[in-house]
């Protein structure tokens, strides 16, 4: 069980914190560098931190699911708050997958036709469902953090 535990929150400390570094540290920090550097630089971020969110998403569901049947008695056994936990999680997986398949998929083809105005169009739709997954993510860890202590 302690496997699983680590597993899973050092896979939440990877996607959450990756998503805040992101927005609130590199987005600002890249704002003044020259439109064609900037795109570059994202195409080499989404492509290291992505396949990590990959794995991330992947171990997540996998040792959340395992920790409620192994540990927690099932899932008519679970409180309120690991029901919410399970349910932004997988809210915060499929918008995952939203964002490869739709603007990152876009971004990635606007850079190899050569079109910065696209990419950067397709950049503020990865931008919009990193936003909402971080706030779901912190609303996640806060349930993680308090839950049992909600009576």
């Known amino acids: 069980m302690a496997y699983l535990a680590a597993i899973h929150v050092l896979s939440a400390v990877v996607w959450v914190g990756g998503m805040f570094f992101a927005l609130i540290v590199l987005r ?9 550097e900037r795109l570059a630089l994202w195409r080499r971020v989404f492509a290291r931190f992505f396949p990590a969110v990959g794995v991330s998403v992947l ?9 409620i049947l192994v540990e927690l ?7 309120l708050s690991v029901h919410l936990m399970q349910g932004t999680g997988v809210l ?8 490869l398949l739709g603007p990152y998929r876009r971004f990635l083809k606007a850079l190899d036709a050569g079109s910065p105005p696209a ?31 909600w009576g």
């Open 92 to 99: 915060m997986a499929l918008l995952f997958l939203v964002l």
């Open 73 to 79: 008695g099932g899932f008519g056994a679970i409180g």
């Open 59 to 67: 171990a997540l569901l996998a040792t959340g699911h395992a920790m």
């Open 28 to 36: 600002p920090a890249v704002g003044p560098m020259a439109p064609a």
């Open 119 to 149: 990419a950067g169009q397709a950049i503020e739709g990865i931008r919009w469902i990193i936003t909402v997954n971080l706030a779901l993510g912190v609303a996640t860890l806060v349930i993680a953090a308090t839950g049992r202590y």
